[in-house]
């Protein structure tokens, strides 16, 4: 893997996690219910939770990709074909916070951790995700276990800023996400990229 592939990749995560999804939400919403207290069992709780979501989505994954080439050109295109339907659905998409009081309220740090690792381990989207994003900065060519250690520890350090700088910011964040313009940028943003990253996957020479 380049240095400007893992910049690309860099820029690319940056962008996405922007983007607030379920846990994202999760965390300004109990970040605004709980305060400070909250901050480090959530932010905990995404980064393990992202690196659950990774593995699972990688361990069968870097067998099938390493076996032929025929599988891991196949691997990119179902994952372009699928970053373009996500794409699709985040143009037409709204994103909608949850009403103020609506989150639980969990008695514990340990409960609050709970919780968002759930939300963002076992999310079946996210997994899904993390198949067809990864083959797109990966050279077959080259080993892949190194590149997807690079890419993954990369991803979770990028979410894990991501969470902190959201709780940090709760009350700010919810502010800005209520406003319809807002949640549009954010879609369009978001969708776009999705959309470029499904047509570079389709379009690029494999193997």
């Keep these: 893997m380049t240095f400007a592939t893992w910049l690309a990749f860099v820029g690319a995560s940056i962008v996405l996690l922007i983007i607030p999804g379920p846990t994202i939400l999760a965390v300004i919403s109990y ?22 979501a990774m593995l699972l989505s990688l361990a069968g994954l870097g067998a099938l990709l390493a076996a032929s080439a025929f599988w891991f050109t196949a691997v990119k295109i ?16 709204g994103v909608t916070l949850p009403a103020p009081g609506a989150a639980p309220a969990p008695v514990s740090r340990l409960r609050l951790f709970a919780n968002t690792y759930l939300v963002t381990a076992l999310n079946p989207k996210g997994i899904m995700f993390f198949v067809a994003f990864l083959p797109q900065f990966i050279q077959p060519q080259a080993d892949l276990g190194p590149q997807y250690a690079v890419l993954a520890a990369t991803f979770v350090a990028l979410a894990t800023l991501n969470a902190t700088l959201y709780a940090l910011f709760a009350n700010q964040a919810r502010r800005l996400l209520a406003t319809p313009r807002a949640q549009r940028r954010f879609n369009l943003a978001g969708g776009s990229l999705l959309s470029a990253a499904g047509v570079w996957a389709l379009t690029a020479r494999h193997g």
């Design 31 to 52: 970040s605004i219910s709980h305060g400070r207290r909250a901050r480090l069992a959530l932010v905990a709780a995404v980064a393990l939770g992202d690196s659950t």
């Design 78 to 93: 179902v994952g372009g074909l699928y970053l373009l339907y996500l794409g699709w659905r985040l143009l037409r998409a």
